[in-house]
């Protein structure tokens, strides 16, 4: 059984930075695309940034500049570095993740979701 366990969530003010990982455990055979939506209350979950398994990268126009999507690769990882917060990126991010474990279909896997809370 796979899962994905997000963790650096938080409360910062605007303009401060924080770092959320996401690692895949479990019987992952191969990870294919990963990445981070957020859902704000009200709102519908919308992507925020993804990454393939070659490294390519793609980001909400609202994050670039500013937030950057990284993976690990061996140890089954992405990462969100985010600076220059601003309030309105203030949200429950989920981490994704496209891939195939033993004995299943590929398919999409979510995190359980970790509160971003940027203040004025």
């Known amino acids: 059984q796979v899962q994905l366990v997000e963790s650096g969530g938080g409360l910062v003010q605007a303009g401060g930075s924080l770092r959320l990982s996401c690692t895949a455990s479990?019987?992952?055979?191969?990870?294919?695309?990963m990445g981070w939506y957020r859902q704000a209350p009200g709102n519908q979950r919308e992507l925020v940034a993804a990454?393939?398994?070659?490294?390519?990268?793609n980001s909400a126009d609202s994050v670039k500049g500013r937030f950057t999507i990284s993976r690990d690769n061996a140890k089954n990882t992405v990462y969100l570095q985010m600076n220059s917060l601003k309030p309105e990126d203030t949200a429950v991010y989920y981490c994704?993740?496209?891939?195939?474990?033993?004995?299943?279909?590929?398919?999409?896997?979510w995190g359980q979701g970790t509160q971003v809370t940027v203040s004025s």
């Open positions: 994704h993740a496209n891939l195939l474990a033993h004995g299943e279909y590929e398919r999409d896997y």
């Open positions: 479990g019987s992952v055979f191969r990870i294919n695309a």
């Open positions: 990454i393939t398994s070659g490294g390519s990268t």
